[in-house]
Structure formats: structure tokens, C-alpha cells
């Protein structure tokens, strides 16, 4: 990541970088609780729907924390992170979209990588 060069830059890396931890912490939250309503013991899409939930209620958890770091932090590892949370939230979305009533968590999650792709434009 190029360091900001003037003021209006660096307002808006750190701008960009809260937005895309806010959209991770709801998406978090989001794929947490869609994933409580899937019950553990149903049909295999079901499970593949809860465990996704699950692995992306995590990754984005950890993107967050990662991102509210006040440290200097390894450029490539931000980006590494980034991405992947934007493929997993992704992914997550669209298993969403085939499970009936979570359609605000597949729109949660999509925010989410939308966040992530405008920060990583950032770092670029």
C-alpha cells in the first residue's frame, strides 16, 4: 500500500478502511445468526448453508479485528486478508440466496464484499 500522500488521501484510506470493518462486523453478526436458524442435522445443503454461515461470520470477524489494528500492518497480508473475506462473504451470499428467509443476510454479505473491493481499489 502506497502511503497517503496528502490529506484528503489518507481521510479517505481510513475512511474506506472503517467502512469495510463496519460491513464486516455486521456481516459477522449477520451470518452468525442466519446460521443458528439452520438446523445442525438437516439435508446436506442445509449443513453446507450453515457451515458457510459459520466460516463467514468468522472471516469476517478476524478481517475486522485486523482492520481496527493501530499497527503498521503488512500491505500484502491486508490485501491477502481482504480478498479472502470478499470471496468468502461472496460465496456465502449466494448459498444464502438458495435457503428460504435469508435474503437480508445474502444482501448483508454482498455489502460486505463491496466494502472489501472499495478498500482493496484503495490499497492498490
Not at 467502512?19 to 442435522?41: H, K, L
Not at 478476524?62 to 491477502?80: F, H, I, P, S, W
Request: glycine share 4%; aromatic share 6%; hydrophobic share 35%.
Amino acid at each position: 500500500m502506497t502511503p497517503p500522500t496528502s490529506q484528503q488521501q489518507l481521510y479517505r484510506f481510513l475512511e474506506d478502511r472503517f467502512t469495510c470493518a463496519q460491513a464486516c462486523t455486521e456481516c459477522a453478526r449477520a451470518c452468525a445468526v442466519r446460521a443458528s436458524f439452520v438446523d445442525p442435522d438437516g439435508t446436506e445443503h442445509q449443513e453446507r448453508v450453515r457451515r458457510l454461515g459459520i466460516m463467514c461470520a468468522e472471516v469476517c470477524d478476524a478481517t475486522c479485528r485486523a482492520l481496527g489494528e493501530e499497527n503498521r500492518q503488512d500491505e500484502e497480508g491486508m490485501r491477502v486478508r481482504v480478498e479472502w473475506c470478499r470471496s468468502v462473504c461472496l460465496e456465502c451470499a449466494r448459498a444464502f440466496d438458495a435457503h428460504p428467509g435469508a435474503e437480508s443476510a445474502a444482501a448483508t454479505c454482498r455489502a460486505c464484499a463491496d466494502a472489501c473491493a472499495d478498500f482493496l481499489k484503495m490499497l492498490e
